[in-house]
T-cell receptor, first 112, second 110 residues
Framework: NAGVTQTPKFQVLKTGQSMTLQCAQDMNHNSMYWYRQDPGMGLRLIYYSASEGTTDKGEVPNGYNVSRLNKREFSLRLESAAPSQTSVYFC???????????FGDGTRLSIL | EDQVTQSPEALRLQEGESSSLNCSYTVSGLRGLFWYRQDPGKGPEFLFTLYSAGEEKEKERLKATLTKKESFLHITAPKPEDSATYLCAVQAGNDYKLSFGAGTTVTVRA
């Protein structure tokens, strides 16, 4: 009963390094999302994918790229990491766009 | 721009002491209001969806209500295991985006 699985759970990068965060869901959901969570702020949407083959920008897309590899997998890439991207990153999925989103347990990313 | 404000930021309760959390929102065309629970080091866990004013949902000691401007999460006779951060989020218009509040951290002492 895995639900949404994110890897890695923790990562430390140096400024300028690149990194791909992986997300997979086993619920046959159509829509997938990437959020970041910072202290004192609500979760903010980075990118989303309404269905396989489509991706769209969310509230804070700058510095990130995404790939919807197939229906199960949605990856988030940092091409040149910056200290401002230190955060906890959550992947979520939902059956359709107006259905509840189900979250993974996050990737804790520190950029020095 | 959609705005979601949760209050209070933190709430400390004695076991059995009932209380309410508030989520006020300013959106154009509410499609749904979602409540989540988040434990430390974990992702948010879905609790309820409310779609229209007057709607109520219950689960164990939790009850969520919705008006045209705000939602309340009532915790009745809480137990220590109800300690968590409770997040509110709204979805409006045809946008996929969930706009989240910053959360209320509830601590229940035995």
């Amino acid at each position: 009963n895995a639900g949404v699985t994110q890897t890695p759970k923790f990562q430390v990068l140096k400024t300028g390094q690149s990194m791909t965060l992986q997300c997979a869901q086993d619920m046959n959901h159509n829509s997938m999302y990437w959020y970041r969570q910072d202290p004192g702020m609500g979760l903010r949407l980075i990118y989303y994918s309404a269905s396989e083959g489509t991706t769209d920008k969310g509230e804070v897309p700058n510095g990130y790229n995404v790939s919807r590899l197939n229906k199960r997998e949605f990856s988030l890439r940092l091409e040149s990491a910056a200290p401002s991207q230190t955060s906890v990153y959550f992947c979520a999925s939902s059956e359709e766009k107006n259905q509840p989103q189900h979250f993974g347990d996050g990737t804790r990313l520190s950029i020095l | 721009e959609d705005q979601v404000t949760q209050s209070p930021e933190a709430l400390r309760l004695q076991e059995g002491e009932s209380s309410s959390l508030n989520c006020s929102y300013t959106v154009s065309g509410l499609r749904g209001l979602f409540w989540y629970r988040q434990d430390p080091g974990k992702g948010p866990e879905f609790l309820f969806t409310l779609y229209s004013a007057g709607e109520e949902k219950e689960k164990e000691r939790l009850k969520a209500t919705l008006t045209k401007k705000e939602s309340f999460l009532h915790i009745t006779a809480p137990k220590p295991e109800d300690s968590a951060t409770y997040l509110c989020a709204v979805q409006a218009g045809n946008d996929y985006k969930l706009s989240f509040g910053a959360g209320t951290t509830v601590t229940v002492r035995a």
